[in-house]
Structures are given as C-alpha cells and as structure tokens.
C-alpha cells in the first residue's frame, strides 16, 4: 500500500492560515464573490488584505485572513505566492455563481460532502488528510492527535512547529466536525458551527475530549459527488490506467473508501451503481476474481463535475438529521 503524498520529500506541511476559526457558513460564498468581483484587476489580493477588508466582509481582521484560508483551501478559489493574482475555479462557479450556482447559501449536503472531500483528499492540509487517511484507529483523544502530527513532523524531517500551533490546529479539525457543547458563557458568535459538523463523521463519545470516526454508509452522500471524487482520486493516483482496483478505491490514501469513512461493503454497494449513473461510462467488474472499476477512456476528470449537477434536482434543502 502506498504511503501517499505526506511522506515525499517535497511535501510542505501546512498547519495555520485559518487562525484557529474553522470554516463558517456563508464564508465560501464570500470569498468567491470578493474575487469574481475583481476577475478583471491585475492584482486582487488587495480584497483580503486592505485596510477595508473588514467593512467589506463584516468580520474581523482575522476572520478576513480564515475566510481567504478556506476558500483556497476548499478549491473555491485558486492563488499562488507567485502570483498577485487570485483567480475563481469552475468548482467555486459551479456552487457559488449569482445567476447559474447550484447552491450559492450551502443549503444542499452535497456541496458539504465536496468540501470535506477538497479538505481531506489533498494532502495540502495537513492534519486534516492525516487524520481521515493515516491515522490508524478508529476513536481517539485531542492529545493522541496532536502527539501523533508532531511524531509525523520529526519522522518526515519537517521543518520544526510549534506545540501550541500543532494543538491550535488540532483543535480547529475538532471543531470543524465536532458540535461544540452548548455554554452559558458562550456568546452568539462562539455558538456558531461549522457546516460540517452535519456530516456526522466525528463524533464526541463519553470519555473526556474523546472522539469516534463515524464509518458506515453515507445516506446524504449522493452518487454525483461520489463520482467526482472517485475521478478526482483516480486522476491523481493512476491517471493514464482505464482501469482502478477495489483495493485503491477502499484502502489507499486519499480515496473514497479512506476520506468517507466507509466499509469495504459500502464500498461495493457504491461501485455497483456505477454503471447506471454514468450511462456506462464506468462499470464494475468482478472477471475471474479481479475486481475493479472500468473506466471510458473518454471519461476524464474534467468531466467530472457534470456528474455532481444530478445529486442537486429535486430541492436543494439539507435532509433533516
């Protein structure tokens, strides 16, 4: 089994940029219009760093720099240190234009599920990838997390991090999917959640600060977003193959079986409707023992996101829990 992108010698950790806040609702959508704005400026960096960044996202100063971090971070919106640029991505117009988005206010579980999986399936943030793809069990507490991106860091040769950062980070994935108990002293702002806490993918458990990785089937999770994902891992995994084994799929880092928590069963139930979903484009096979997934060699994933689009008719309201 490969080891995955966090052990190459090029791999930059990351372990700050959202300055401890985890992504909010109606952060996306912000973001990407304060860039699709300025398409047209030769630098826009401007939008989240000058001195009226505050007025014009009606947050803090910090919060100004977490929305930027999210944004790019949730592939809404794509820059580089090289670059004053910052550009919108289709991913970002597809979700969030005024006039064509499919889900502009995060109303739908399937934009939530794309998030998780530009969050988890590259390896950019750190713990984030760590924790859905290597972390080797199923419950865990806030300090074997924080123990174990700090033993990850020493072993790869990382550059030295502080505890204090490595345990901001850690509490921040928390929150990003962990409901915070409600608090007498908690003023409104604090009781804000995350939209990913309505995954359900982490949940706290009885013991102190201890958490549990939720496996099982994903019932909100739609047959479009699963295939952008699959795509999207294949495409990075083995790009030029037609075809992708079970064992990929389920187990290698940075796959859907490892970022959806699921089961080898769940797993399978999910590629046998492959075919019909994608009008034959991928199929399952099981030949003589083998099983893996066919692919249409014309099938690629920048056709990826025309899949998604079907997982959005018929209403765009979350399911109720």
Request: aromatic content about 12%.
């Amino acid at each position: 089994m490969a080891r995955g992108p966090l052990f190459q010698e090029d791999y930059r950790p990351q372990f700050s940029g959202h300055e401890t806040f985890p992504l909010r609702y109606g952060w996306l959508k912000k973001a990407y219009d304060a860039v699709e704005a300025t398409k047209g400026e030769t630098d826009n960096k401007y939008v989240f760093l000058s001195d009226d960044s505050i007025a014009r996202f009606g947050v803090g100063k910090n919060m100004v720099a977490s929305m930027r971090h999210w944004g790019s971070a949730a592939g809404v919106m794509n820059e580089s240190q090289r670059s004053p640029l910052i550009r919108t991505t289709d991913l970002g117009r597809m979700l969030f234009d005024d006039e064509d988005g499919l889900d502009p206010y995060m109303e739908h579980p399937a934009t939530l599920w794309i998030v998780h999986w530009q969050l988890t399936a590259n390896p950019d943030k750190t713990t984030w990838y760590w924790g859905f793809n290597h972390y080797p069990a199923l419950t865990f507490e806030r300090e074997h997390l924080i123990k174990g991106v700090s033993k990850l860091a020493k072993d790869c040769g990382w550059p030295p991090v502080a505890v204090t950062t490595v345990k901001n980070d850690v509490a921040c994935f928390v929150r990003s999917y962990v409901p915070q108990q409600p608090s007498a002293q908690a003023g409104n702002d604090d009781a804000l959640e995350s939209p990913l806490t309505e995954l359900g993918l982490i949940k706290a458990i009885g013991k102190r600060d201890g958490f549990r990785f939720v496996r099982g089937p994903k019932s909100t999770l739609g047959d479009g977003v699963f295939i952008y994902a699959l795509l999207d891992f294949w495409s990075r995994y083995t790009e030029k193959a037609t075809t992708l084994s079970f064992e990929a799929i389920a187990h290698e880092p940075s796959g859907p079986g490892r970022v959806f928590l699921f089961d080898e069963n769940d797993v399978v139930d999910r590629l046998a409707g492959l075919e019909d979903a994608t009008k034959g484009k991928l199929r399952w096979s099981e030949t003589a023992g083998l099983k893996q997934v066919v692919r249409d060699p014309s099938l690629n994933f920048e056709t990826a996101l025309s899949y998604v689009k079907a997982d959005y008719i018929g209403g765009r309201r979350r399911e109720a829990a």
